[in-house]
């Protein structure tokens, strides 16, 4: 009877480790050395809700593709050859006019989509490359549990739209530019050991939590940088009353303003915003942390209010995996 449930339970153990390997490894590559040449011709080819993951590796080369990945498509893992020489890139952007008469919006203008449940993105960049004349998103994630490593996210006005209430995304060690509200929407969204590089004077984040959700976004270990000639950056102002921003241990350049914060007045529908956000930092460091100069509506932790900051306690039991490398 013990051998019997030792076997069960080994069995169990096997079934559970099995089950986080991918049951198909997809090549993708431009010319035509992998499986697929299309980056969306290889997602398409996957099985809708599929019993684990799939891992595409994705070679060298400039995809110019929209891609989508939708929610009935999930556990998708990419692999790219190189962060810097494996580029998705798009140039939509809101007004753009469509093949069927219609016009393109921010919430439309993305070059990547992520509607699907655990989607990992891993050393590549994905691009928008319309710049200084309207939004236009780079990556679009409604889904849960969705992870970027070691990424390049590149665009101008509104280059990543963390979208949907309950949506939890992590960025480790990304590199994210852009010029106004490059990081925006309702998301609960960890950005650690990131690069945040502004091109122009403007806003960097604009949350839109909602009321009830305990986190928005959260920067830890970040480097605030700048493009040469930019000197007056806030770190966020309120896309939606209930903002939430917090930059933790953070090096933030000269280029941010001793304000720190700007509570985006004129807005009718929702006006006087800086009653409830909640913009807070803690041991900010280099020429832009300057606690004593910051709005008065802005917070600055304590030892113990800090604490509480983990990823489990963020994203609510969920502590994202490093992606296993392809081979």
Not at 39 to 46: F, G, R, V
Request: with cysteine; hydrophobic share 35%; charged share 25%.
């Amino acid at each position: 009877m013990m051998r019997l449930k030792v076997f069960l339970l080994c069995s169990l153990l096997g079934c559970i480790l099995q089950a986080q390997e991918p049951y198909r490894k997809i090549v993708v590559a431009q010319d035509g050395s992998g499986d697929f040449t299309q980056l969306q011709e290889a997602i398409n080819s996957t099985r809708d809700l599929g019993p684990s993951y799939v891992q595409f590796y994705i070679k060298e080369g400039v995809y110019e593709e929209y891609i989508e990945i939708p929610s009935w498509k999930h556990r998708l893992t990419f692999i790219g050859e190189s962060r810097d020489g494996t580029i998705i890139r798009g140039n939509n952007y809101s007004g753009k006019l469509t093949k069927d008469g219609g016009k393109l919006s921010t919430f439309t203008s993305h070059t990547v989509l992520v509607e699907g449940d655990d989607i990992h993105f891993k050393n590549l960049t994905i691009q928008n490359t319309w710049c200084n004349k309207g939004q236009a998103v780079a990556l679009h994630v409604e889904g849960d549990r969705f992870i970027a490593e070691d990424c390049a996210i590149l665009g101008c006005q509104d280059t990543v739209y963390t979208a949907n209430e309950g949506s939890r995304q992590y960025y480790d060690n990304c590199l994210i530019t852009g010029t106004t509200d490059f990081i925006f929407g309702e998301a609960t969204a960890v950005f650690k050991d990131c690069e945040i590089r502004s091109l122009k004077d403007s806003y960097i984040t604009a949350a839109a939590t909602p009321k009830d959700q305990a986190f928005g976004y959260v920067f830890l270990n970040a480097r605030l940088t700048a493009e040469d000639g930019v000197s007056k950056v806030y770190l966020g102002r309120p896309w939606r009353p209930y903002a939430r921003t917090v930059f933790i241990d953070s090096e933030l350049g000269p280029h941010i303003l001793p304000e720190g914060w700007h509570h985006w007045p004129g807005d009718q529908m929702f006006p006087d915003k800086e009653k409830t956000t909640y913009y807070v930092e803690f041991n900010s460091k280099g020429p832009g942390a300057d606690p004593k100069k910051r709005v008065d509506w802005s917070h600055q932790l304590n030892a113990d209010e800090v604490k509480k900051y983990t990823l489990e306690n963020i994203f609510n039991g969920w502590v994202p995996a490093e992606i296993k490398l392809y081979n």
